[in-house]
């Protein structure tokens, strides 16, 4: 999995108290998968430890192949959430900025 360490990102919650959702209950076997996967993003620097007001549950998603998928639900988080609006490229600009690119690539040659 790729990481940057370029940019920061911050969510933008205005005046809004800390969400303190407590965790879902699950099973024991759930909670060794969920604390298998924790330890694994660690080990990874996938996440790192956090001491923060905010928190959000994890949900367990079985896919298709059995396998499970670790999501964290953020529905509270984003109900409180500053919407950012940034514009979406249109797909013909990129295209277009692309078969330029190559282009100048090509005589650059």
């Known amino acids: 999995m790729g990481l940057t360490d370029l940019a920061e990102h911050k969510i933008d919650v205005g005046d809004a108290e800390p969400i303190k959702s407590r965790p879902y209950r699950v099973s024991q ?6 604390d298998s996967q924790i330890k694994e993003m660690l ?6 430890p956090c001491h923060s007001p905010w928190s959000s549950p994890v949900v367990l998603v079985k896919k298709k192949n059995g396998e499970t998928r670790f999501c964290v639900d953020y529905r509270k988080l984003n109900n409180v959430t500053k919407k950012s609006v940034y514009p979406i490229p249109n797909i013909d600009d990129i295209l277009t900025y692309q078969e330029w690119y190559n282009i100048c690539h090509l005589l650059n040659m």
Do not use: F
């Not at 080990?43 to 790192?48: E, P």
């Open 29 to 34: 076997k759930e909670l060794e998968i969920i």
């Open 43 to 48: 080990d990874s620097n996938i996440i790192r």
